[in-house]
């Protein structure tokens, strides 16, 4: 059929009606019974013009023929954006510090202490209260003071002792000495001050803490399948796009969809209304209510095919009616709630947010018209998704969820632990039922149930499970069923460990060798240490250790001997990697064998020391000798002695007292086998490896400068510079002796230290300085702040100073030397020799206009290059200028003739001007200071001039 506009289709009726749900909607209005009513009255086409008109989507009131079948959710899981009653009750408001005025932000709460929580008890005494002056304490007076000292200590000692401490089932916390103090519900700073605010606690200031323990074994039981109910219900309507059930039975509020075809087309929507009947157009009403929907459905298609003659109908259900039930009892949210005529027990127990923990999930009831119809056991559900008795609800339904039954928990080596609520379930077997079966490692055998008896007594029944009679046996409310799990520790087996391609376990046979698990050297990672394999061997029947090593190379060379060690069940074989050492496996066994140490039975453990590649302690082998001690320690290094080692063995004499003795051993010897040098060793030997005598890194020196071979050059041990010089073919025709820079490493750090200690001296003398100025005059003040400048800059500078380590020498006097004289310098390792072309400069610094380098003259005079320099600052100390000779010797004056004569300035002289000190206070250091610092300029400036 064509389609109208909707102009056409708008009656007056129509337009009345339209109007009134325009008016309604515009002022935010709900649209009335009434005005519902009669829109659904309409004919579909009305229907969608009058919604087109008012911007709908001209959908609703029409079947969709072409819409998928959606299962609307029913409940999803949280989200973080979730909000409920129970994330509220851990939030708190605050104020927005973003945002429009007046908003809040809600924070998680702190957490709150609960039943059965860990915390932790912090606590000191309290200081004293001072005496006050008219109540002067008698001497008993102090006696008793004393006594209630030492009394609080001691209680204080049993408080801390206790630590940590578990609240009870009712979240109170009990200290020895102290009334039970209930904290459930307080955060840790409310619990620490309500433990201070305590009388028995006065004395004292406690902190409490709260440890998140996680929950294990029983405690961590948790009631089964009430997480069911955990989600966010998204709607509270049930599934509604599915195939309608045969069995529905149709009441007022349903629709009916009736397609008419044949000589007459039409569609209709027809509401059953109060009165359980539907007005069908041309053919009156039609009685539907109380008939299930297939017989409803005959009856409609009859009355078509009867009375409208040429034309069948084609029925479907459109929209179902809503239905009023109650949800009782250990409800979440008990009341009444409207669902849809589809809705079952399931759909309701979401809707009101599911059953309690006291409320039973396996005797759900409904009721209708107060009697019962039928019990929901939600385990069915759960456990077999069996639906079966999760029937359909009728108007005025109730389900009630009565407190829970009996029940039991399952703990341990199950699937699925939890406690779980009995309904015909008495024996083990059941209980085993419902926690999913037992987990592959469990232990059948040793099972236990935790039970009170009849006189209220805690109490432990062993159950073996693997019997079928154990399995019959009867349970009990409030029973705990526990299943430990199989022993980790490996029976019947050999495992291999470190520094091995593949670290395993293996089964053990009778007859197994050490190169049964290591076949050959593949199986070793690069830089294993193959000549000492350690095997960890437990004596049977007892937690006692021993220890055996082999030589992997020895034992591959020879299979079927000794060297070959066979294998018992539970050894562990560890294989040591020689760069990074043996600690991470050797420790925990010399752990175990100090452990099961006593006066009867020392140690079993002996050390190396000295020479070898593995220094430390090592376990005692039955029939270790020398040898195997230094095989342990990874063989004797570069450096190792072999001629004669010291053992130091330890004795105890009658219990009484530890006597030491020292033994020669014939080390080359020894390692070749001989019996006689090879001894064998005892509990706490120490074997001392010698190293050979003068041995010592290859030294060298560096020459650079005006030589004929400059470079890095090995020296023997009492080399002097005049055989250096020689080795590096002499000094070049441009060389300047007299200019020469040594520098040696021990030298450098020992400036460094002094350059420590007088920065830590002048920072005392500055902040000395500091309060000085703070409390003197104005004027004094003015004097002290140019004082403390000066020293803050001297202080810069001093801490960016790097040392040179110098040694002034005189080359041309130790070239001159004769061999084996004083004179002749010896050198060490890191010595550095600069040799510098002749200078034609003389260097002014310090405080002078303008610090510069001048061409050396001959002719000129130490206060000629002053003059050249622009002569002293007002801060310069003419009293005490000196001049540093570019050898690094220094000669000092006043002035004097002696420095007038002008064969005292040389080529390469510093001419320092030091600042005058004495108008500042901390003049001895200060003074000091300066020079090192011109010094230390001086050899640097040397040093960058290479």
């Given amino acids: 059929m064509a389609r109208l506009t909707w102009a056409r289709l708008l009656t007056r009726g129509t337009l009345a009606v339209m109007m009134a749900l325009s008016c309604g909607l515009a002022l935010g209005q709900t649209p009335s019974a009434a005005q519902m009513e009669a829109f659904q009255n309409l004919t579909p086409e009305q229907q969608q013009a009058i919604l087109e008109q008012m911007g709908g989507s001209g959908q609703t009131g029409t079947v969709r023929r072409d819409r998928d079948v959606t299962a609307p959710e029913t409940v999803r899981p949280r989200t973080p954006g979730d909000k409920d009653e129970a994330a509220d009750a851990d939030q708190e408001e605050v104020p927005a510090e973003l945002g429009m005025p007046g908003m809040t932000a809600k924070l998680p709460r702190e957490p709150r202490i609960r039943a059965s929580d860990t915390v932790l008890i912090e606590a000191k005494l309290r200081p004293a209260a001072p005496l006050v002056e008219n109540e002067r304490s008698t001497e008993k007076k102090k006696e008793r003071s004393k006594e209630e000292t030492a009394r609080l200590q001691a209680m204080l000692d049993r408080v801390l002792r206790g630590n940590p401490y578990k609240l009870d089932v009712s979240g109170v916390l009990r200290l020895p000495g102290v009334a039970p103090i209930p904290l459930a519900g307080l955060t840790e700073k409310q619990a620490s001050a309500r433990l201070n605010r305590d009388p028995a606690l006065a004395a004292f200031e406690a902190k409490l803490t709260l440890l998140p323990l996680e929950k294990l074994d029983v405690e961590a039981l948790r009631p089964f399948g009430y997480d069911l109910f955990a989600g966010v219900p998204s709607t509270y309507a049930p599934v509604s796009d599915i195939p309608l059930p045969a069995e529905y039975v149709v009441g007022p509020g349903d629709r009916f969809e009736v397609q008419l075809i044949g000589n007459t087309k039409s569609r209709q929507s027809l509401v059953v209304n109060r009165d359980g009947r539907i007005m069908f157009p041309e053919l009156g009403p039609i009685a539907v209510a109380g008939l299930k929907f297939d017989a409803a459905k005959a009856r409609i298609e009859a009355r078509v095919s009867e009375q409208m003659i040429g034309t069948q109908a084609v029925v479907a259900m459109s929209d179902l009616r809503s239905i009023r039930i109650f949800v009782l009892g250990e409800a979440e949210r008990p009341g009444s709630y409207t669902v849809s005529g589809l809705a079952t027990i399931t759909n309701a127990l979401f809707a009101s947010g599911g059953v309690k923990k006291i409320g039973s999930l ?151 060798r050490l190169t049964d698990v290591i076949p050959s050297v593949d199986d070793l990672k690069p830089g294993a240490d193959a000549r000492y394999v350690m095997i960890r061997r437990e004596q049977p029947g007892s937690q006692r250790i021993s220890v055996i090593s082999a030589d992997l190379e020895e034992a591959w060379r020879a299979r079927t001997t000794d060297s070959n060690p066979l294998l018992e069940p539970r050894d562990q074989i560890f294989v040591f990697d020689a760069e990074s050492g043996r600690s991470q496996y050797l420790d925990p066994v010399l752990q175990e064998l100090k452990l099961q140490s006593s006066s009867a039975q020392p140690s079993q453990i002996v050390r190396v020391s000295g020479r070898v590649r593995a220094e430390g302690e090592f376990p005692l082998e039955p029939g270790m000798t020398v040898s195997d001690l230094v095989r342990a320690g990874g063989g004797l290094d570069e450096q190792a002695f072999g001629g004669e080692a010291e053992l130091a063995r330890y004795e105890v004499l009658d219990g009484q007292t530890r006597r030491t003795e020292v033994i020669k051993v014939d080390l080359n010897r020894a390692l070749a086998g001989d019996p006689a040098a090879d001894l064998l060793l005892a509990p706490f030997d120490l074997l001392v490896v010698k190293q050979v005598s003068e041995w010592t890194q290859q030294e060298a020196v560096t020459v650079e400068g005006e030589v004929k071979f400059p470079g890095v050059y090995p020296i023997k041990r009492g080399e002097t510079m005049r055989s250096l010089i020689a080795r590096a073919g002499g000094l070049t025709s441009m060389a300047y002796p007299q200019g020469s820079l040594f520098t040696r490493e021990y ?117 000629d290059y002053l003059s050249m320099s622009g002569g002293v600052t007002r801060r310069a100390d003419g009293k005490r200028i000196y001049v540093v000779r570019a050898s690094g010797s220094v000669d000092g004056g006043s002035g004097s003739r002696w420095f007038r004569s002008s064969s005292n300035m040389r080529p390469g002289d510093t001419i320092v001007v030091p600042l005058d000190a004495e108008r500042m206070r901390p003049l001895p250091l200060w003074t000091a200071v300066s020079t090192i610092l011109y010094n230390i300029a001086i050899s640097v400036a040397a040093v960058n001039s290479f």
């Fill in 362 to 512: 396996r005797n759900i009831q409904l009721k209708r018209g107060g009697t019962l119809v039928t019990r929901l056991d939600l385990y069915d559900l759960l456990l077999n998704g069996d639906t079966s008795n999760d029937v359909r609800l009728l108007p005025g339904d109730v389900i009630f969820i009565p407190p829970v039954g009996e029940t039991a928990g399952v703990a341990g080596a199950i699937r699925r632990p939890a406690i779980y609520e009995l309904l015909g379930e008495s024996r083990a077997s059941d209980l085993l039922y419902l926690g999913g079966g037992l987990m592959p490692d469990a232990d059948p055998k040793l099972a236990t149930i935790d039970r009170i008896n009849e006189g209220r007594e805690r109490v432990v029944l062993n159950v073996d499970l693997s019997s079928a009679q154990a399995r019959d046996t009867d349970l009990r409310s409030g029973d705990v069923l526990r299943i430990p799990a199989a022993r980790p520790t490996l029976a019947n087996s050999v495992q291999l460990k470190g520094h091995v391609q593949r670290p395993s376990s293996f089964q053990f046979r009778r007859g197994m």
């Fill in 747 to 863: 030298l450098k750090e020992r400036e460094r230290e002094q350059i420590r200690v007088l920065t830590d001296r002048m920072r005392q003398d500055l902040s000395s300085l500091a309060l000085q100025s703070a409390q003197s005059g104005a004027q004094m003040a003015t004097q002290a702040s140019e004082t403390l400048n000066i020293g803050q800059s001297l202080l810069k500078d001093l801490q960016a100073a790097e040392p040179v380590g110098r040694l002034v020498i005189d080359l041309d006097t130790v070239l001159a030397a004769q061999p084996d004289r004083v004179s002749d310098l010896v050198l060490r390792d890191g010595d550095h020799l600069r040799i510098p072309k002749m200078p034609q400069e003389v260097t002014v610094i310090g405080e002078v206009q303008n610090a510069t380098s001048h061409l050396y003259m001959p002719n000129l005079t130490r206060d």
